[in-house]
């Protein structure tokens, strides 16, 4: 920890910061002031790179890959192009935190050297970059969690995920913004400031991987590593339009992370993929565990990455989906509910019967919220409080909402904390339950329910990206946290301004749901992403991917 | 809760108790006073029952289920067999809580009743009978968890794990006795007093399973379900010359169990399978989980039974065992080493070179112990303390060594727990990487280990089963609680009285090793069984088994 004033703490971290991006040659050319931006700044870099950097950038995943096997594309070409968008991407959305070119170069280096000594990649992901949201350890580099007070930690080793993808042939090349705590669904620290949105600039990027999410969304990176305890990896997903999959906990490592409350076990965290398509999130998926991580992390479950096509529904028999409008406590948005019927109707015309929807009747999600927000600081946040007032930076707006303000923090006694625990393990086993009830029989030998939804889908959301500090509402993402269910987001459509006027008769049910309401306005929410959420029963992480996939390509010939 | 003295509960206790075994018809013969029974009673029931109960009783669980299968035993004549032998055990160990035969025989009529009908049985378990710890909830039965506090609640529902056996066609007819507190490796209440060990009344049945380990120990029972947080399945099936399997927690659910300190997850309890035979272990875990018990127990991870021989050795490829030969806290007694150093040379000499032993070296026993020790009593045994003086019974011996005695036992924080957790963490970290290092590489395709050790060989405790409150060190099975490796006890001797002498020259290291040396005198540990553990990584349950059904085979063509 340092003895600095914060000031001069966060001086220090962006000096670092563009110092790194300072090195990146040839040097990046210059772009408006920010004042002058436009509000969608998503063009930007297309505009001012050069036409292979621009064609490398805003490449799949999969295309990127491809183009590598083929050594069409250089892995020093590939860092070099993501290393510059990611410079750019800094000055259009502050998402940095910093850049690794040397680091980076190298590698991508080794990877050309490698194919061509070999005359075979490295590996699965042979030379693709992957850019890591900042609290992923990286050895010898800073590891802050969003405190000013814990600037100047050094990472003594790579987080573990990072390893496996490592042995998989990536390239690490860019470390992403995070919001003070780690506990909001945006990204405001005062060590960097706040992270916007790509698509409009007076909006979020969600949080609390929001570095990430503004980066993918601006294609400064089409791979990149969240967490989620509350909907971190879904919200800045949501916000930038990308593809971002919570898996279920205890699939991918979690040693080498730097967060306040470690030990706690009530909630999982979990780490996991972000990607600007859904077949990055499965190579990803099958990079990190094909080689038996469990071994040397005794707390994951020794299951591989089955290939989602084996786990889609069986010919002639649709798969079921439950779609949840509303959980009755906070409406979505109106672009959030006609996203949704339409990506129903297109579905059901479309899909040739491959889905079946019904309607999902929310479990009491508010019971589920009080019991998760309750356990997510069991020490009455006293580790958190700690963590800022060692520098003395001030409390950023979304860390009081949560921790102070937040009627359901307090220090528990170990007596309260196992009667929550209970409260929790029931209501995971009643909404098994409600789920079980969807079914129509079991199978006498297998045990398998007959004709039970598959997935449900959802909004990630009551909204898109909101106005900064004012995502207050966490349900629809921390809703499956505290099941821990597997949950898939993916992109499907933008606000509209025509479609989407806000309905001024409606009545809302409570102060949450006025709160939410009143936030809307179509002109406020121009431009921006709407994203849908796909959610499976525990370890069912496999068939999510592969649900979406079979709803993609109907939603694309249905375009 | 009773407002009455706990004396007068407990009275209440027996007579209900000794009322069920009453109704037994015909009634049971008469057997010695408890004063003039010998120390072996384990051939007194044979003495006793018609020859038809005493071949029933004593076959194995596969061999009762052929004969059932094959009619040639009805599913009523195998329920008033072991019946009647559990009543018998009663007498001379005191294992019992109550008999259920009117629920039993009932039930045995359907199983005869469906086969007649069907032409096939119920199922896997078809006419079974498997005897239960008083703990695992039977609907309408009583449920205490060992506290005279506790008695008169009555379950209002089966156990989880009871539902799956019962779908698979068994019948459920004894339950069997627990410690105060369940947290003794011994069976020690105010409720029903002391169960002794059927092979020598002087010694403990060992616990907190106890009940079920005397119970399978005199053959009253050939299956039977015990739960284990610190040993207590395996402490009683090594004491009682039976086999346990201690699985992987988050395999088998824990659904309708009655216990303090509900809501911790800190060391999970499990529940699982004793048995007369390796086999049961096998034919109870695939029953178990055949019909996916996760889809209404989401804490389970899905893992199916995979059938254990699909994952013994390959040809060619011995099985290499590490043989933690002593944990450097406290040294086992000479019998246990003699066994072990028998087994070993056994299995070398005659495994055809199908095995490979290594010595294992054991890592921080005493650090485990420490925190395996600290996290049980989280709230500083608040609440074990509460259900003791609701009745105002005693303390037992064993209840105070483990609670208020216990240098580790303190009212936790929830940041000191969070510490520890994290403490906890990293010591399974630790101890998977001294595995890890067993091997002599890892294969880069797969990712894994080469020549690494498959399984751990060690003593189930430092002794065989020690005289009664004596049952003080816990280390040979907590540490796989902490490690949550699962972990199976089989037998392979008994106390020789010519070759276990005491060895009067060791010098004991500390404090806990004097205790235990103390206790050693052949004479003392007359015809006590002793039997041996195999450990396996976490979820390699049907690896260890499969590795003690290769070893079995060996061992009996040594024999």
Chains 1, 2 share one sequence.
């Not at 920010?34 to 700044?41: G, K, M, R, S």
């Not at 890959?65 to 192009?81: I, T």
């Not at 910093?98 to 699965?124: F, Q, S, V």
Request: aromatic residues 8%; negative net charge; contains cysteine.
């Amino acid at each position: 920890m340092s003895t600095d004033s914060w000031e001069s703490i966060a001086a220090e971290a962006q000096k670092h910061r563009d110092a790194s991006i300072d090195r990146l040659q040839p040097p990046l050319p210059g772009l408006p002031a920010t004042a002058d931006l436009p509000l969608d700044v998503t063009s930007i870099p297309a505009a001012v790179l050069t036409p292979q950097e621009v064609a490398i950038t805003e490449a799949s995943p999969e295309h990127v890959l491809q183009k590598l096997a083929g050594q069409e594309w250089s892995a020093v070409d590939v860092a070099s192009a993501f290393l510059r968008r990611a410079g750019l991407a800094q000055q259009l959305v502050n998402c940095i935190t910093e850049l690794t070119p040397e680091r980076a170069l190298a590698r991508a280096k080794e990877c050309d050297d490698y194919l061509k000594t070999h005359g075979k990649p490295m590996g699965p992901l042979h030379g693709l970059p992957i850019s890591v949201k900042e609290m992923v350890g990286m050895k010898g580099l800073d590891l802050n969690a969003g405190f000013c007070g814990w600037w100047g930690t050094v990472a003594e080793e790579d987080a573990w995920l990072l390893d496996s993808l490592w042995d998989a042939g990536c390239v690490f090349y860019a470390r992403t913004t995070q919001p003070q705590t780690l506990m909001h669904l945006e990204t405001s620290s005062n060590l960097y400031g706040v992270t916007v949105n790509p698509y409009n600039r007076n909006l979020t990027s969600g949080g609390s991987s929001g570095g990430e999410g503004a980066l993918l969304g601006i294609k400064g990176s089409c791979l990149g590593i969240g967490t989620d305890i509350g909907g971190s990896i879904r919200s800045p997903a949501a916000n930038n339009g990308v593809y971002g999959l919570r898996p279920t906990a205890n699939r991918l490592p979690l040693g080498g992370l730097s967060a306040s409350m470690e030990g706690a076990e009530h909630i999982m965290p979990v780490i996991g993929p972000m990607s600007t398509s859904l077949a990055g999130i499965d190579i990803f998926m099958h990079a990190a565990l094909a080689k038996k991580p469990w071994l040397r992390s005794p707390s994951l479950v020794p299951l591989p990455w089955t290939p989602p096509a084996t786990l889609a529904s069986t010919p002639g028999k649709p798969i079921k989906v439950g779609v949840l409008w509303d959980d009755g406590i906070v409406k979505p948005h109106l672009p959030i509910l006609r996203a949704l019927q339409e990506t129903v109707a297109k579905l059901q015309t479309a899909g040739n019967s491959q889905f079946e929807f019904v309607d999902w009747t929310p479990y009491k999600h508010d019971e589920a919220w009080e019991i998760i927000a309750s356990l997510y600081f069991a020490d009455g946040g006293a580790e958190e409080s700690a963590a800022i007032a060692s520098s003395g930076e001030p409390w950023r707006p979304l860390s009081r909402w949560i921790i102070p303000d937040n009627p359901h923090v307090k220090n528990l006694s170990i007596a309260e904390l196992w009667a929550l625990t209970n409260r929790r393990d029931a209501y995971r086993a009643q909404y098994a339950q409600v789920w079980n009830d969807t079914a129509s029989g079991v199978d006498a030998t297998t045990g398998d329910l007959l004709g039970a939804v598959d997935v449900i889908l959802c909004p990630v959301g009551p909204g898109a990206a909101p106005p900064l500090d004012c995502a207050r509402y966490w349900g629809y993402t921390s809703q499956w946290n505290l099941l821990d269910y597997p949950a898939l987001v993916f992109p499907v459509g933008k606000v509209d301004q025509q479609r989407d006027a806000k309905d001024g008769s409606y009545q809302p049910r409570n102060e949450q749901d006025l709160y939410n309401h009143e936030l809307y306005d179509p002109k406020v929410y121009e431009n921006a992403p709407i994203s849908l959420q796909l959610v499976g029963r525990r370890f069912e992480d496999e068939k999510v991917v592969g649900v979406c996939r079979a709803m993609e390509a109907v939603l694309k010939t249905a375009l």
